[in-house]
């Protein structure tokens, strides 16, 4: 047994990840599960990545089994800075991207660069909750950003840049079809938060793993496209879009800033899978990758279209709910003064769960959201969730 | 152009990875370069690996492409659990073990758990240089203890531990054929260091990437199978036997030190590479590990041998070096007062690089060793690279 271990002080802020602890919880069979965030299963293209995976290893012998240079194989960030190109009117350089092992890597790179004890760092409100898992250990005091159906407000954000001053450090957002909400933001919205982060010299963080997953027209254009300060920092990934098993995303940023994501990589990780990269680099060559992303994005929007309905229709009327536009969750709100936690009981009771949403907020005290996820469930386990979810709703607002 | 970054204090330590911006000046094939650390790609089962990896991504279907839990892949762990049970007199339950995205990231999240601001780190004098490059984030003070040919050294280490005390919070070793030395602890010296840190309540780290790479007789056994104190924290790598691309290595500690691991990579990375995990689980299951590992040792020692020799014949009298006994490298000293980073000009100018020793000491400042890598190349050009050094030392030393 260990005696007595002396951790370091930002030690003390590491608990276990409530929403990876919940799948645990959840793997029990008749739970109907709306907690998971997980991309569906079913949908991946197993026999696809295989077969890539398989030619890759065999045509780029040793160099897929063998470490690589930190940034990323060269042929993957070339395929990315042409898709970029093509579907975000990024234009980027290969050199300007480096490939990081899933985005959450690039959301600790980031806090590493740029937070330090003391500094405050904004979020959206709501906002990821991971992103506070990974930079607590950095000691930063949070701050929410009042959101509605449209991004950040504005004038909220101006108040809250003014009122903090140099204290803030770097604001975290996801502007398409944000985890937990499904919100996105208009583009008019973009420009005004752009503008006043520009003024005030503000690295922004700009997380966009949903971005493909849109159910109408084309997807806004990036912050980071739209930006001309220089100071976004852009994190896509292959995770939600085609596999997280294979730990592919990467850090898109002006060119002095992208240098120190590499030397901090290099310290932190070295590399991210050298085979990983390869292969999704050969499923982009043989493979047809748009076709898939659509596939996966009729497939989301009908399960969302019949969420929404069966939220309508179960819920009562004091519950409202945001309708999301693209991705993979939609975030629910009970009435002032009800307990998301309390009402998780009920419903487990029912075999039924979902993400209460405290978790979601930097430190406004939030306690009456939870968010659901309908990506990954076929149709007619919604209908039957859902079913149960308004039956404990309703027990649990006549309590 | 960015106009102004206010980056963390931390970012400020930041600065490319000497060893591997080496990499990219000597890929001119002109040079013979004995710089890299790479582990020889002409060794790599790259066929079975490729049908480890097919196997593997079909039986498994939708699993290794998926999100999976921190901790890491189940029969992967238990196949680790099995190999240390068998192979290094390790007792220790799959829950023990955490698949980490290659060691760098498991010596990152050491210092994450253990090391504040202005503490102090000891390392072994001279140590792998990634040590530092990975710890300086967490703004510690680097101490190196005295070691020799049979590790470090007690009395000097018990003065260190009673000079620093409490200020000491972490101690990082690699006992087994150390990273630039090639050196190995002896079993003595292995207990009277554990006694020792056991004594003062000091965690340590033993990274262990070489240690099947052994070239006589058994491995000596793991600072982690000795330990009574529960405050060993064994970093254990599919690297340096197998294939670096992919990413997947280990951390074995004690459970409750463990979670915090756990809790610490949930923030920092959520998991290493699924398919990397499933695809070397299989690899395991279906090839014979060991017969590699034998092919591989049989290499490095021959190529090891044929080096040192060389070096006996080229080298002055004045210079010293190590006769490693494992692993993939030897240090060599120069004479007091003489600058390996001078020397490094001599030699590039013949064609044949080296890593200058400074980078391995924490702040010794010693300069007058340098590192040399046999393991990845032919036996013809580990002649004709030690005879273009010899002759740039003998011009170096007549100066």
């Known amino acids: 047994m260990v005696s007595k271990v002396r951790y370091a002080k930002r030690a003390g802020t590491l608990k276990p990840d409530e929403i990876r602890e919940m799948i645990k919880i959840t793997s029990n069979p008749k739970v109907i599960n709306f907690a998971g965030g997980l991309p569906a299963p079913e949908l991946f293209p197993v026999a696809e990545m295989a077969r890539a995976t398989g030619i890759a290893l065999t045509e780029s012998g040793a160099v897929g089994l063998q470490y690589h240079a930190t ?28 490939i990081t092992n899933g985005s959450q890597q690039g959301i600790d790179l980031s806090g590493r660069l740029f937070v330090d004890e003391g500094d405050i760092v904004l979020t959206e409100s709501p906002t990821y909750s991971g992103v506070f898992n990974a930079l607590k250990v950095y000691l930063p005091e949070f701050v929410g950003v009042p959101t509605d159906d449209d991004g950040v407000v504005p004038e909220a954000f101006e108040e809250i840049l003014k009122r903090y001053g140099e204290r803030i450090k770097l604001m975290y957002v996801i502007p398409d079809y944000q985890n937990p909400s499904g919100r996105v933001w208009s583009v008019p919205r973009r420009a005004a938060f752009l503008e006043l982060a520009a003024r005030y010299e503000l690295p922004v963080v700009e997380d966009s793993p949903y971005r493909e997953l849109c159910f109408e027209g084309e997807p806004r254009p990036t912050l980071f496209s739209m930006d001309k300060s220089g100071m976004v920092v852009h994190l896509g990934s292959f995770s939600k879009i085609l596999a997280p098993g294979y730990r592919v995303s990467y850090v898109l940023a002006e060119r002095s800033i992208l240098d120190k994501y590499i030397y901090a990589s290099q310290g932190a990780f070295l590399q991210a899978s050298t085979e990983n990269q390869v292969a999704i680099d050969k499923y982009l060559e043989l493979c047809d990758f748009d076709a898939h992303i659509e596939k996966i994005r009729t497939v989301y929007k009908r399960r969302c279209e019949l969420m929404i309905s069966l939220m309508e229709k179960e819920f009562p009327e004091s519950v409202t709910f945001t309708r999301p536009k693209g991705g993979m969750f939609a975030l629910v709100t009970l009435p002032e003064g009800k307990n998301a936690r309390d009402l998780l009981k009920t419903a487990l009771a029912e075999d039924v769960a979902f993400v209460v949403g405290d978790a979601f907020y930097a430190a406004e005290g939030v306690v009456n959201t939870f968010r659901v996820c309908y990506a990954n469930m076929p149709e007619e386990r919604i209908e039957e969730g859902m079913r149960r979810l308004g039956k404990a709703i309703r027990a649990f607002a006549a309590k």
């Not at 898709?83 to 050199?95: C, K, T, Y």
Request: a negative charge.
């Open 71 to 98: 940034d990323g194989y060269l042929p993957l960030r070339e395929k990315i800075s042409e898709r970029l190109a093509r579907l975000s009117g990024v234009n980027a350089d290969p050199a300007d991207i480096m």
